[in-house]
């Protein structure tokens, strides 16, 4: 089956200690997004990328950071300098180029900070 | 900086109704605007992609309408189901090529009652 998943679906954090979160899809898209959702908040742009070894900082980039080093792949890095960590990461990929893109979006993976 | 506007925050009406979401945003050079499905806990689930030189677009039920010289967007839900509860969130990809991320706004959590 085609798709995104992300891993772990749930993440539980000391403060003070770095966390990746994990992101594959198989549809063989260029481009990949990670956002950050709050509740009853709208989705916020944290990094996207491209293509395979570049990536661009997005909204809210600051206490983050990503690499790019297969299509397949794009991992999330929530670091200590990050000042509330605790959400929901949702990951997406999609073609670009065209105005028919459509964003297409993992499960999520809701962090905690304890 | 773009901004995303939906109204109504919630929603709940009776089973079999047609109802209306509205989102609007305040710059109008986008290249495309989505509708997204998010049940609680999941990911998003896009249910239709107007592009910038379109007027509407329909799936099913679904009928989405886009007027980008006013910065407005409805979603047309026909003959309600309980199926159809759910947030439904409204974004907007800024103008251009290239992958790039959407802005989001905060969502219309949709009840049906059956």
């Known amino acids: 089956d085609g798709g995104i998943t992300q891993s772990p679906k749930y993440l539980f954090r000391k403060e003070g200690q770095n966390v990746t979160l994990s992101c594959e899809q198989n549809?063989?898209?260029?481009?990949m997004y990670w956002y950050r959702q709050d509740p009853g908040q709208g989705l916020r742009l944290i990094y996207y990328s491209q293509i395979v070894n570049d990536f661009q900082k997005g909204d809210i980039a600051e206490g983050y950071s990503v690499s790019r080093e297969k299509k397949e792949s794009f991992p999330l890095t929530v670091t200590s300098a990050q000042k509330n960590p605790t959400a929901f990461y949702l990951c997406?990929?999609?073609?670009?180029?065209?105005?028919?893109?459509?964003?297409?979006f993992g499960p999520g993976t809701r962090l905690t900070v304890l | 900086k773009q901004e995303v506007t939906q109204i109504p925050a919630a929603l709940s009406v009776p089973e079999g109704e047609n109802l209306v979401l509205n989102c609007s945003f305040t710059?109008?050079?986008?290249?495309?605007l989505q509708w997204f499905r998010q049940d609680p806990g999941k990911g998003l689930t896009s249910l239709l992609l107007i592009q910038s030189s379109q007027r509407e677009q329909t799936s099913g039920r679904l009928n989405a309408s886009l007027d980008k010289s006013s910065g407005r967007s409805t979603l047309y839900i026909a003959a309600s189901q309980p199926g159809d509860s759910a947030t439904y969130l409204c974004?907007?990809?800024?103008?251009?090529?290239?992958?790039?991320?959407?802005?989001f706004g905060k969502g219309t959590h949709l009840i049906i009652q059956p």
């Open positions: 997406a990929s999609s073609m670009w180029g065209a105005p028919t893109d459509t964003q297409y």
């Open positions: 974004a907007v990809r800024r103008s251009g090529g290239g992958a790039d991320g959407l802005t």
């Open positions: 549809l063989n898209h260029d481009a």
């Open positions: 710059d109008s050079a986008i290249y495309n």
